[in-house]
């Protein structure tokens, strides 16, 4: 299975806009597995990969946590934690991938983990500095991803917070000990 019969299955699954956005995460992967020395392919595999179940419906995730393969806290959450940490189950059983480093890079994208290995790094900074997103604050990550990838997950992570506090949104608990273990 190749990586060009896997992007097009994958944009089969999403919505155009998103699949845009995965295309500006596997270029932006693609320039931070060279940067960091990191093998290229598999940095874009991941970044294909890495919102694939984001159009899932909310129905299936449901059907799959009712099952008991995760942690009970995953039932407050919705679709924004779901479609990583799921998601990179439906990968595996979807392309017979079993590459716990791929995957494991695909559960962490949007909470980071309290261990993160470079390939982790690479995607939830991509998925973060893509070019499309034109956030002021996302400038700084960009500069620095190509200085310090730690200091660059760092701001993503206190900037993603402090988003989700202005929302009134609830913080996922992996996320806050994310952070507050790297503060
Ligand atoms: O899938 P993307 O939109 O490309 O980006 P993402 O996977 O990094 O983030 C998806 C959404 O999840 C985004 O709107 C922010 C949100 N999010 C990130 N961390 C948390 C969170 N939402 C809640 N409720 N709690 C979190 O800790
Ligand atoms: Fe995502
Ligand atoms: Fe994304």
New binding site residues.
């Given amino acids: 299975m190749n990586i060009d019969y896997i992007t097009r299955e994958v944009e089969a699954e999403v919505n155009p806009k998103r699949f845009a956005?995965i295309l500006r995460v596997e270029e932006m992967a693609r320039r931070l597995a060279v940067r960091w020395n990191y093998d290229e392919e598999r940095a874009a595999l991941a970044a294909v990969l890495h919102?694939y179940a984001?159009d899932v419906s909310d129905e299936e995730f449901r059907r799959r946590l009712k099952r008991g393969d995760y942690p009970e806290v995953f039932k407050d959450?919705?679709n924004?934690?779901w479609?990583?940490w799921i998601g990179a189950d439906i990968v595996a059983e979807k392309f017979d991938i079993h590459d716990e480093e791929i995957l494991n890079a695909i559960r962490r994208?949007?909470?980071g983990d309290t261990t993160m290995t470079l390939l982790d790094k690479i995607i939830f900074v991509a998925?973060?500095i893509e070019e499309g997103r034109d956030l002021p604050e996302v400038e700084e990550a960009r500069r620095l991803a190509f200085v310090d990838l730690d200091a660059a997950v760092q701001l993503e992570l206190a900037n993603?917070i402090n988003?989700?506090n202005k929302k009134g949104?609830?913080?996922?608990p992996l996320?806050?000990e994310v952070f507050d273990g790297k503060r």
Avoid: N, P, S, V
């Fill in positions: 956005h919102d984001k959450y919705g924004e934690i479609h990583g994208h949007t909470t998925d973060y993603t988003f989700l949104a609830r913080i996922f996320t806050q």
